[in-house]
């Protein structure tokens, strides 16, 4: 896919989000009186892991964040007293995180770099001989891209 339509998708996807989240998450002056609010995001749909919610909430709870719903696999919002600011734990977790996880800018760069490697592989093969065009290697550099898109995929959902 064209990394340009592939962004596209990823920018109107995140403002579908962001629409969605204002509708979700509207709350009044009472609600908002001595309270802060945001939304972790989840490029992977890794929230539907319970050992990975348990995770970020202690590690949310160090900054005295408490979770407030699961919005679905991609998302949960917490809340927190703004009295509570104060409790930055220091341990290298930002207080103000809004990500867990591999952001989604991995994804563009994962495609260029599969766009790169499949020119070098159509360059490093390439058949000069007037009998064929195509090289009997192709399949085999296809098939090696994919395994290691399928390899880096695996490595970034563990995360």
Known sequence: MNPAIHGAIIAARKRRQEEEEQKMTQYNAEDLNGWEFKIVHSTFGRFRN???IRRLMEEEAQNGWEMVEKFDDCRI????RTDKRALHSGGGTDPYRTNYGTSQTILP????????ALAAALFLFKDDSAKSSATPYFPFVIFGVIVVLAIVMILVRRK
Request: aromatic fraction near 6%; charged fraction near 25%.
């Open 50 to 52: 319970a050992e990975i």
């Open 77 to 80: 919002r917490f809340k927190r």
């Open 109 to 116: 760069l994962i495609a260029v770099g599969v766009a790169l």
